[in-house]
T-cell receptor
């Protein structure tokens, strides 16, 4: 039962353009959402998060949008840089995940072409 | 460096041997999590501690797996009688509960790669 879904395994974007990574979730009790970035052979690095009381959170080049009615969130990276090439994981937590454990999607591999 | 640290980073072992991984969380964090990640998948929850108490274990954690956090600081994850299917990256993460302004954000270590041959 995949509660957090990233349906695009990979995404390729030209340097300087916008990267949009999407994520869907099924559990309406999730109230906190996160994005992590992962390079090969390293642990995931926290990127940005959003609480369910907001619909947008911005941090530099990274913006996360939350659409609760659609159970959908997205990560926008503008402008994209070659160093952004990595796997991006969407994650969610909430009161009914048992101790608020964080549940992850399968990831989207982003390629930013120079 | 005050991040989450894991040791060893890489371990190659023969099937049937026991292995142990260690995790040192961020010092002020009272929650510690273990996850497992295989190729093409996101991190899968295994277990978590609040201080020294193990509060939840996933069904993924078979009886060959045991985790401890004896003094509420570092944690160990032991896998007994390893099988080839145990080959994965084992990730440790920590967080501070109750949540502050950063919500339930967990911070990962670099991971420990296990290869069972």
């Amino acid at each position: 039962d995949q509660q957090v879904k990233q349906n695009s395994p990979s995404l390729s974007v030209q340097e300087g353009r916008i990267s949009i990574l999407n994520c869907d979730y099924t559990n309406s009790m999730f109230d906190y959402f996160l994005w992590y970035k992962k390079y090969p052979a390293e642990g995931p690095t926290f990127l940005i998060s959003i609480s369910s009381i907001k619909d947008k959170n911005e941090d530099g080049r990274f913006t996360v949008f939350l659409n609760k009615s659609a159970k959908h969130l997205s990560l926008h990276i503008v402008p994209s840089q070659p160093g952004d090439s990595a796997v991006y994981f969407c994650a969610a937590s909430g009161a009914n995940t048992g101790g608020f454990k964080t549940i992850f999607g399968a990831g989207t591999r982003l390629f930013v072409k120079a | 460096d005050t991040g989450v640290s894991q040791d060893p980073r890489h371990k190659i072992t023969k099937r049937g041997q026991n292995v142990t991984f260690r995790c040192d969380p961020i010092s002020e964090h009272n929650r510690l999590y273990w996850y497992r990640q295989t190729l093409g998948q996101g991190p899968e929850f295994l277990t978590y501690f609040q201080n020294e108490a193990q509060l939840e274990k996933s069904r993924l954690l078979s009886d060959r797996f045991s985790a401890e956090r004896p003094k509420g600081s570092f944690s160990t994850l032991e896998i007994q009688r390893t099988e080839q299917g145990d080959s994965a990256m084992y990730l440790c993460a920590s967080s501070l509960y109750p949540w502050g302004q950063h919500g339930n954000t967990i911070y990962f270590g670099e991971g420990s790669w296990l290869t069972v041959v």
